[in-house]
């Protein structure tokens, strides 16, 4: 089940000048910035209460952000949705008639499983489902 907003993402083509902006104008507590492979993305996160503020910069000019920057610059990249069982929320919405780019989720930030919903299953809106990693015992 969908349990929060948990990110908004924006695609940034100039990660310091943005990391400086949301710290240093914005006022920002800076969480820290993490390199997530299978994304080829170098992001850094900005918590706010209740949800996070998530800064995405190809990784070595590579993937589907550096793809995204080329075509329509910096700004709003996609809208995140934290899940309890992404499983079963991707069958669900598959048999609703979603479409997702991927077939399974993959490895996301800070160790958590996430997969999209193609935009045009959502009037033009990239959304993201993420599992957060199960806490240690």
Known sequence: MIT?????????????AAVSRFLEDFGLQHDGNEI????????AFFSLPETHIEL????????????YLEK???????????TDDIDSD????????????????????HGS??????PKSCD????????PAEAPA
Not at 36 to 43: D, R
Not at 56 to 67: C, K, M, R, S, Y
């Open 124 to 131: 033009g809106v990239l959304i993201e489902l993420s599992q």
């Open 90 to 109: 991707v069958e669900r919405l598959k048999t609703k008639g979603y479409q997702f780019i991927g077939d399974v989720p993959t490895p996301g930030a």
């Open 72 to 82: 329509r610059g910096g700004g709003l990249h996609h809208l995140c949705f934290r």
């Open 36 to 43: 997530v492979e299978a994304a080829q993305t170098t992001t």
């Open 4 to 16: 929060a907003l948990d990110h908004i993402a924006i695609a940034v083509p100039n990660l310091e």
């Open 56 to 67: 995405v910069h190809p990784l070595d000019g590579q993937g589907p952000i550096a793809t």
């Open 113 to 118: 499983r996430v997969i999209f919903i193609h």
